[in-house]
């Protein structure tokens, strides 16, 4: 079988790990597969915590309420939406086009204005009161033109980051996989004390999964693995 697929076919929610060193080169590895994760305009909001010291393993695992695959993990990964990361990220890749000569002037001035509105029309502004108009006037548009809708809101923001984050969560769990390293995602956790224990505000970040890594235990038998058929999860048009 194909070696990505066998990955992804293989892939479990291990809920029991043996202590084993994860390298450094292996842990570069999976960091890099997660960051090659596409994104939202090429956003990668997102911000991921490697814990792998005995004493931090010990208190993010508490904070995952003590579960079975957080203490028994080599490693754990907090992955965390980082809103308030956008224009800097932006700022970044403008740089890095103008350092390379594939971008011509107008398309580096191009992505720049794009950029610009994109910050511009993904703020919610204070209170809320920049979404609120947003929301009135996209509303408006919507009547006569097909165009979506941007997000309005904090929590749209959230909403709208979360997908890429998660497209990032799933391409770290099938590298650590490919390596031959067992994964369980969990959002089993304090959402709260664990933004403060990494000195994060809530305004910006939202802890989307803690993924602990590892062996599988030996004597650990994973249940039988269940989907819904086919039928149920797909509608051919
Ligand atoms: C968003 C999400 C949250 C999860 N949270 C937990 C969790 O807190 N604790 C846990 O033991 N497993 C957790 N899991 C693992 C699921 O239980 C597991 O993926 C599911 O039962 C299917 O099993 P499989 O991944 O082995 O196929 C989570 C999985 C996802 C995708």
């Keep these: 079988m194909n070696v990505i697929l066998e990955a992804i076919f293989k892939r479990r929610a291990v809920k029991v790990f043996e202590p084993v060193e994860i390298s450094e080169g292996i842990r570069e590895q999976i960091l890099n597969a ?3 994760a596409p994104s939202s305009f090429n956003s990668q909001p997102y911000r991921l915590y490697w814990v792998g010291s005995t004493a931090q ?3 993010v695992a508490k ?3 003590g579960q079975m695959p957080a203490e028994t993990a080599s490693a754990l990964i907090v992955v965390v939406v980082d809103i308030g990361s956008l224009a800097a990220t932006s ?4 740089e890095w086009m103008r350092g390379r000569t594939e971008f011509s002037e107008a398309r580096i001035r191009n992505y720049e204005r794009t950029a610009k509105i994109g910050r511009i029309l993904f703020m919610p ?6 979404g609120a108009v947003k929301r009135g006037i996209f509303w408006l548009l919507n009547l006569w033109k097909v165009m979506g809708m941007p997000p309005t809101s904090r929590q749209d923001l959230f909403k709208w980051a979360t997908k890429s984050t998660s497209l990032a969560c799933e391409n770290l769990m099938i ?3 490919a390596l031959g390293i067992n994964t369980c995602p969990m959002e089993g956790f304090d959402g709260r004390r664990l933004l403060k224990y990494l000195g994060l505000s809530a305004r910006y970040h939202e802890i989307v999964l ?5 062996k599988k235990w030996q004597n650990y038998v994973e249940p039988p693995q ?4 086919l039928h149920a999860t797909v509608s051919i048009l």
């Design 91 to 94: 700022q970044s890749q403008l």
């Design 175 to 177: 590298a650590a996989e």
């Design 226 to 229: 269940w989907r819904r058929p």
């Design 125 to 130: 502004g204070p209170f809320g009161i920049f």
């Design 34 to 36: 997660a960051r090659h």
């Design 210 to 214: 803690v993924i602990a890594m590892g």
């Design 63 to 65: 904070l995952c309420m």
């Design 57 to 59: 393993k010990a208190v």
